[in-house]
């Protein structure tokens, strides 16, 4: 039995747009587009998530919304504020205490904890993880109160750079 982690950083964010703090800071045309292309593509591939927890930070949440609507994923989402600013260790103390009854979990946030996440996780560096990427860890274990360090495998770290056109339709 595993249980399955994805990391999803932010898409592009819009350095020149009106905004007050960095919290409120939108997503560009490309963060817009690539965000999109990743909902595509992970409903493709799969697993999808059936839990997203996701940064309250404009840009992740406007990540989230459009990768979940273009892929057309189910999942619940709710919005937690700590992951704004968060540390690998709070990640893992958020999936510590998800139901059992959840096999696959997405976190959508920020860098540099979400590189940081992943290889605590499973033990194998993430030199870069660019806006708009997105990683699987498998952990080995059967129930998340034991999400630990080096409980899991890297499966896949994916860029959105490397889709394919078609993902980008529509």
């Given amino acids: ?20 703090r960095d919290h409120d800071r939108p997503l560009n045309s490309r963060g817009k587009r690539a965000s999109r292309a990743m909902g595509r593509w992970l409903a493709n591939t799969g697993p999808l998530p059936e839990l ?53 979990v997405m976190l959508v946030g920020h860098q540099p904890t979400w590189s940081m996440t992943a290889t605590l996780l499973s033990g194998r560096p993430i030199d870069r993880f660019p806006t708009a990427s997105m990683t699987r860890v498998d952990l080995s274990i059967d129930s998340w109160a034991h999400t630990m360090p080096n409980t899991g495998e890297l499966i896949w770290h994916q860029l959105p750079k490397r889709l394919p056109d078609h993902y980008y339709g529509g």
């Fill in 1 to 20: 039995m595993h249980k399955t982690v994805l990391l999803f950083r932010h898409g592009k964010s819009d350095w020149n747009a009106s905004y007050g």
């Fill in 52 to 104: 997203i927890l996701c940064s309250t930070a404009v840009r992740a949440r406007a990540t989230c919304d459009r990768a979940r609507a273009a892929g057309a994923w189910t999942a619940d989402v709710q919005y937690e504020r700590e992951l704004y600013h968060a540390v690998p260790e709070v990640l893992l103390h958020y999936l510590q205490e998800v139901s059992d009854s959840i096999q696959t």
